[in-house]
């Protein structure tokens, strides 16, 4: 656990340290959160905060987010160490932070890869969040609909924070080159085309590219008082690999691309080879795992029901080993994923059942398939007619479930593939048992 200052002034503090922002004006990215009139923004400037999560990749300002939030609240900003800090010294902040809260002052407590906290520890910071002692901002690279307790995410408001764009990084780059807390003291000479090459290996990151530059100026050549970066310097800081498969860039979506359409395509050699080049770059395993699933069920789907747990399975090997050896179980999913039947009835039909739901959004729910816990619902209708499934012998009834606008609408068509010929065969049973049905009551 540390405390912080928010002015420093160490002239030996890494560039990326020294840029840090202070204000909100300085901030770069997000504007989808912090531009003029945004949610985030506005919570900020009226001084509203409460405790939330901070969700994104490395690099894009999570804490440099959380301190210029205590410096404009005015608040003791306590920074805490998942890996520091056991329940003790939890305990002990959270006691002290109480007491200033009896005296009107506000503690925001910052709590970097919160991920990394036990559920114990998550556990000991959950009073303190609900009687308002500490306003809590986590920061976490992972879904925190994963690695957060519910208890303590449902009494946090999650923002998603988005790798920067090239344009802001290169926005970035050239305020450090003239900023004096920058290179603004020292004449350093770099082209456009270097700066633009330093954006773009940064993939997203500031504080990636802040730290490229000051590498590639450190190792400049010196020529009088100028210090010139050339390409040749700047080839040397950044490494080919990473060149090659920018993991945020136009290559990082061309090759997850090419290794989707290479499975949709049942080619399990392109798939493997493309999934070779990701891990091989550096791509997070979790990431790949997660587009892997998602194909499951968006191109297999019920023509092989079993893809999807596979999937699944091979994310969850991929949490608990990463890498290097959970590349075994991402290769057995791939070649999965390329050879199962392959069919697209479960996206289709969501997608259609997408496209009516946002047309008839305030369409009520029919009166015989809603519940009636009261005596005033059940005198209005509510759930009159109801007929249990289970109560008939074929469990099937003709009752109508969709809206009257969306009625007899049809979202799912099975396809012709793998096992899904057996769904078509139970749809058509069920839609001859429920005209049966209708026959019955007539």
């Known amino acids: 656990m540390e405390q912080y200052t928010l002015f420093s002034k160490d002239e030996d503090l890494p560039l990326a340290a020294r840029m840090r922002p202070v204000t909100l004006d300085e901030y770069a990215g997000q ?6 009139g945004k949610i985030l923004r506005r919570l900020i400037e009226n001084d509203k905060i409460g ?43 959270m006691e002290a932070a109480d007491k200033r809260r009896r005296f009107g002052e506000k503690t925001i407590l910052f709590v970097d890869e919160i991920h990394r906290f036990n559920k114990a520890q998550q556990d000991a910071f959950l009073p303190y969040v609900e009687k308002g002692s500490i306003i809590l901002i986590g920061a976490t690279t992972e ?9 303590l995410l449902s009494r946090c408001k999650v923002f998603v924070l988005q790798p920067l764009k090239t344009e802001e990084i290169e926005e970035l780059i050239r305020r450090a080159l003239a900023d004096e807390r920058g290179f603004g ?8 085309d270097e700066i633009k090459a330093i954006a773009e290996f940064a993939d997203g990151d500031a504080r990636g590219a802040l730290s490229t530059l000051e590498m590639a100026v450190l190792n400049g ?5 100028d210090i010139r970066v050339t390409r040749e310097t700047l080839t040397q800081c950044i490494s080919r690999k990473s060149l090659l ?4 860039g136009e290559e990082h979506y061309n090759i997850i691309s090419a290794l989707h359409k290479s499975m949709r395509n049942s080619d399990p050699d392109a798939a493997v080879y493309w999934l070779a080049r990701m891990l091989e770059a550096g791509e997070d395993p979790l990431y790949i795992a997660r587009r892997v699933t998602r194909f499951a069920s968006e191109d297999i789907g019920l023509a092989d029901p079993r893809a999807l747990e596979i999937a699944v399975a091979a994310y969850q090997a ?48 029919p009166l015989v398939i809603r519940n009636a816990p009261t005596s005033l619902m059940k005198d209005l209708g509510y759930g009159k007619g109801y007929k249990f499934a289970h109560d008939y012998d074929d469990k099937v009834t003709d009752m109508q479930c969709l809206p009257d606008s969306l ?31 209708a026959k019955k009551t007539d």
């Open 143 to 151: 879904n925190p609909s994963f690695e957060v307790n519910g208890a």
């Open 31 to 36: 504007k989808h959160l912090l531009g003029e």
């Open 221 to 225: 050549e010196t020529d009088g008082e």
């Open 245 to 248: 498969y920018d993991k945020g």
């Open 51 to 93: 405790s939330m999560i901070f969700w994104g990749p490395p690099g894009v300002g999570k804490t440099t987010l959380a301190r210029i939030i205590a410096h404009k609240t005015q608040a003791e900003f306590i920074d805490f160490s998942a890996v520091t800090s056991g329940i003790k010294e939890i305990k002990q902040v």
């Open 407 to 437: 009625k007899n609408r049809i979202y799912y068509t099975p396809g012709s593939e793998g096992v899904e010929p057996k769904f078509a065969a139970r749809l058509n049973e069920i839609k001859e048992l429920k005209k049966k049905a």
């Open 318 to 365: 991929c949490h608990f080993i990463g890498m290097p050896e959970c590349s075994v179980h991402l290769t057995e999913a791939v070649i999965y994923m390329s050879l199962a039947p392959k069919s697209n009835a479960v996206d289709v039909a969501y997608m259609r059942a997408k496209s009516d739901a946002l047309n008839t959004i305030a369409e009520p729910v």
């Open 185 to 192: 003291r020292q004449r350093v000479r770099i082209g456009d």
